[in-house]
Nanobody, 124 residues
Framework: QVQLVESGGDSVQAGGSLRLSCAIS????????MAWFHQAPGKEREGVAA??????YYTASVKGRFTISQDNAKNTVYLQMNLLKPEDTAMYYC???????????????????WGQGTQVTVSS
């Protein structure tokens, strides 16, 4: 089992920045990808960014603004979010999973373990 706890969500104005953290505990030997997803009210959960080693993946709407990183010594994954927009407002979830070669890193169905989420609200 893997436990994930997100933190860092807040209310900010457009153009601002936030850094989300995901603390990882438990047996991660069965996972090879970490990712961040977001879900706005009434919408499906959407992949934002994923990481495996030095490889990173981003959805088009956040490229150039968000950066995913992982500190293995601290067992933590981060999502640095810059130039935030009102449309970034959502609950943000951390996820861990073991993807096959054909798996897509930004698909929710690829992930087994999920955190409880942290709320990000961006006002205009």
């Amino acid at each position: 089992q893997v436990q994930l706890v997100e933190s860092g969500g807040d209310s900010v104005q457009a153009g601002g920045s936030l850094r989300l953290s995901c603390a990882i505990s438990g047996d991660t030997s069965g996972t090879n990808y970490m990712a961040w997803f977001h879900q706005a009210p009434g919408k499906e959960r959407e992949g934002v960014a994923a990481i495996r080693g030095v490889s990173t993946y981003y959805t088009a709407s956040v490229k150039g603004r968000f950066t995913i990183s992982q500190d293995n010594a601290k067992n933590t994954v981060y999502l640095q979010m810059n130039l935030l927009k009102p449309e970034d407002t959502a609950m943000y979830y951390c996820a861990a999973g073991r993807l096959r070669i054909t798996g897509w890193p930004l698909s929710a169905s690829s992930y087994t373990y999920w955190g409880q989420g942290t709320q990000v609200t961006v006002s205009s």
